[in-house]
């Protein structure tokens, strides 16, 4: 069953065209922003399709990677030629919900330096990075530094207590509906 | 075209101390120094000697050596989760008695960044008790603090800190010339 938000829906990875995952997936190799690709991992909470809810159209894929003592690894890729601004805020507050649901203990989020729209998606509900662990990536021809943001489920839900009315759920309409411009980069993780 | 310039020597002894590779006939040692050193709980190393024996030089602990001064064994340090790409790897140090044993410790990071391709070496553990040596005896080793990770350990079902530090290859040689310069590469 697919969760559902007011921009935005998650829908299970196996339910998508092969052929848009495999695009999706692609795109996302040559974004530095998602830094080296890690392999597959076993997680209760599966990875998601991040579907365009006005015409269901795929624009991003969400996933975790389960650390021991139930810390999960948040990763949102977006389609930069697809995804509107809020997009990236509505599914990472849906699928972020969706592992404390699904047992994680904490989450955490590893973002390089020039990640500037996952910054934003933090910045936005007052998240500060936990750790800057020094040129630690090498990606695009570089050693980068990596960022961790890092959170319980209490703080979470302290975090999104300003934006729940414009969540799933909440009462009002998001603002920026038709009128934003494209955002101009992968928002990632 | 040949260089002239003259390639750096190994240093593995300093003043009496000396680092030589760990085989399982150092097992028992290791167990001691695990223990005192409350590796167990901050690298999740094993306790029992047979544990330790099997696990060396495998994927949790790499390049183990162990530090001598004379003939006691003063400490031991490994490395895990070597990344090609990013020409990192992480360390974990194991001394009784952690304060005065920087510049051993930084014998070894040397011998590190002297051996492989590497550009960083960084260390992380939860906040158990001998942390606070722990602390003192990277920094003393050129180490700096990147943060803290409230909570992010789970051991014996309590949430602990983990505690972040790094290191890189420039700056354990502006390290080396301010403080050590006969390790400098």
């Known amino acids: ?189 | 075209m040949i260089d002239g310039a003259r390639a750096s020597p190994p240093v593995l002894e300093l003043d009496g101390l000396r680092w030589r590779e760990a085989s399982p006939d150092d097992a028992a040692e290791l167990a001691q120094l695990v223990a005192a050193s409350h590796a167990d709980l901050a690298y999740g190393l094993p306790l029992s000697e047979a544990a330790i024996g099997a696990a060396l030089n495998r994927p949790g602990l790499r390049h183990a050596m162990l530090c001598t001064r004379g003939p006691r064994v003063v400490g031991a340090a490994a490395t895990r989760n070597r990344n090609q790409q990013a020409q990192n790897l992480q360390l974990a140090c194991l001394f009784a008695r952690p304060a005065g044993a920087g510049a051993a410790l930084a014998v070894y990071v040397r011998h590190l960044f002297w051996s492989l391709p590497l550009h960083r070496v960084y260390a992380q553990f939860p906040a158990v008790p001998g942390t606070a040596g722990q602390e003192r005896l990277l920094r003393a080793a050129g180490f700096t603090c990147e943060g803290r990770l409230a909570g992010q350990a789970l051991i014996g079902g309590r949430a602990l800190d983990l505690l972040c530090y790094g290191l890189l290859r420039r700056d354990f040689d502006r390290w080396c010339q301010e403080n050590e310069p006969r390790l400098a590469l």
């Open chain 1, 1 to 189: 069953m697919p969760l559902a938000g007011s921009w935005v829906e998650l829908a299970p990875l196996v339910e998508a065209p092969e052929r848009e995952v495999a695009r999706l997936v692609a795109l996302r190799l040559l974004t530095p922003e998602m830094g080296s690709p890690t392999g597959p991992e076993e997680s209760p909470v599966p990875a998601m399709l991040v579907l365009e809810r006005s015409n269901r159209r795929p624009v991003g894929i969400v996933e975790n990677h389960w650390l021991p003592g139930a810390n999960a690894v948040f990763l949102i890729y977006l389609d930069p030629g697809r995804a509107r601004a809020g997009y990236g805020m509505e599914a990472s507050a849906i699928y972020i919900s969706r592992l404390f649901d699904g047992g994680a203990r904490r989450v955490s989020a590893e973002v390089l330096d020039f990640n500037r729209a996952m910054h934003g998606i933090f910045r936005k509900v007052h998240l500060e990075p936990s750790v800057r662990m020094a040129e630690h990536v090498y990606v695009a021809g570089a050693f980068r530094d990596l960022l961790v943001y890092s959170f319980d489920r209490p703080r979470w839900l302290r975090m999104i207590a300003r934006y729940r009315a414009i969540l799933p759920g909440g009462r009002r309409t998001m603002v920026a509906v038709g009128g934003s411009p494209r955002v101009d980069s992968g928002g990632s993780a």
